[in-house]
Nanobody, 125 residues
């Protein structure tokens, strides 16, 4: 699976952005999808995941209530809607895919098989 993330940019605190991740090469609906982020000087961390059919989602605590992960299997795309952005949300956001072998939604990087190149989100205070 090839993944291409887009939608990053510069936004003021309190603003919103929607990230997109377009997939190609395999049957998109066979893959759970996740979003991760890496802030400057920090380790990459999990943000959110969505099941292959979109029926289940999972968020890290800092994303709950502000971010929404969704997918459109007809368009082979997963989204991350980010609202009420904070300066600490500044990071490179990457999407990842894992083949659906169970109903479990992974939140750790080694559990994902494919990665996109990332898109930079900068939140100014």
């Amino acid at each position: 699976v090839q993944l291409q993330a887009s939608g990053g940019g510069l936004v003021q605190a309190g603003g919103s952005l929607r990230l997109s991740c377009a997939a190609s090469g395999r049957t998109f609906s066979n893959y759970h999808m996740g979003w991760f982020r890496q802030a400057p000087g920090k380790e990459r961390e999990f943000v959110a995941a969505i099941s292959s059919n979109g029926g289940r989602t999972y968020y890290t605590d800092s994303a709950k209530g502000r971010f929404t992960i969704s997918r459109d299997n007809a368009k082979n795309t997963v989204y991350l809607q980010m609202n009420s952005l904070k300066p600490e949300d500044t990071a490179v956001y990457s999407c990842a895919a894992v083949y659906t072998s169970s109903g479990y939604l992974p939140a750790r990087q080694p559990q994902y098989d494919y990665w996109g190149q990332g898109t930079l989100v900068t939140v100014s205070s």
